[in-house]
C-alpha cells in the first residue's frame, strides 16, 4: 500500500516562501519519479515540478523556472518543494503524484496520467 502525504501549505503574503512537503510510505522501488502538480478553482490540474530519483534530474515548467525548487530525501522518501516569490496566481490545491513504473521519456512526467499514486493535496494561498 502507497501513501502520499502532503504538508507545508498555508497562507503568505506576495514576495514570500513556502517549503511543501510530501512523505511517500509503502513499497515504492527505487525506479522512481516524483512530482507536483497544482489546481485552482475554476483551473485545469497544471505541473509544477518532478524529480527522477535515481539521478535527480529535476523537470519545471516555464511558469515555475526560476522561483520553484525540487527536491529529495532519498532517505526519507520525500520530496520537497520550495516556493519563491509566490504570487496571487499561484494560489491553489498543491498536490504530490508518485510514479511508479518504468519510464523510458522525460515526457511521461509532465501529465498527471503519467503518475500512479497521489497525495490528498495541500492548500496554498498568497494573498496579493
Known amino acids: 500500500q502507497v501513501q502520499l502525504v502532503e504538508s507545508g501549505g498555508g497562507l503568505v503574503q506576495a514576495g514570500g516562501s513556502l517549503r511543501l512537503s510530501c512523505a511517500a510510505s509503502?513499497?515504492?522501488?527505487?525506479?522512481?519519479?516524483m512530482g507536483w502538480f497544482r489546481q485552482a478553482p475554476g483551473k485545469e490540474r497544471e505541473f509544477v515540478a518532478a524529480i527522477r530519483w535515481s539521478s535527480s534530474n529535476t523537470y519545471y515548467p516555464d511558469s515555475v523556472k526560476g522561483r520553484f525548487t525540487i527536491s529529495g530525501d532519498n532517505a526519507k522518501n520525500t520530496v520537497y518543494l520550495q516556493m519563491n516569490s509566490l504570487n496571487a496566481e499561484d494560489t491553489a490545491v498543491y498536490y504530490c503524484?508518485?510514479?511508479?513504473?518504468?519510464?523510458?521519456?522525460?515526457?511521461?512526467?509532465?501529465?498527471?496520467?503519467?503518475?500512479?499514486?497521489w497525495g490528498q493535496g495541500t492548500q496554498v494561498s498568497v494573498s496579493s
Open positions: 509503502g513499497r515504492i522501488g527505487s525506479n522512481y519519479a
Open positions: 503524484a508518485l510514479r511508479v513504473r518504468p519510464s523510458y521519456s522525460t515526457g511521461t512526467y509532465y501529465g498527471a496520467g503519467g503518475y500512479d499514486y
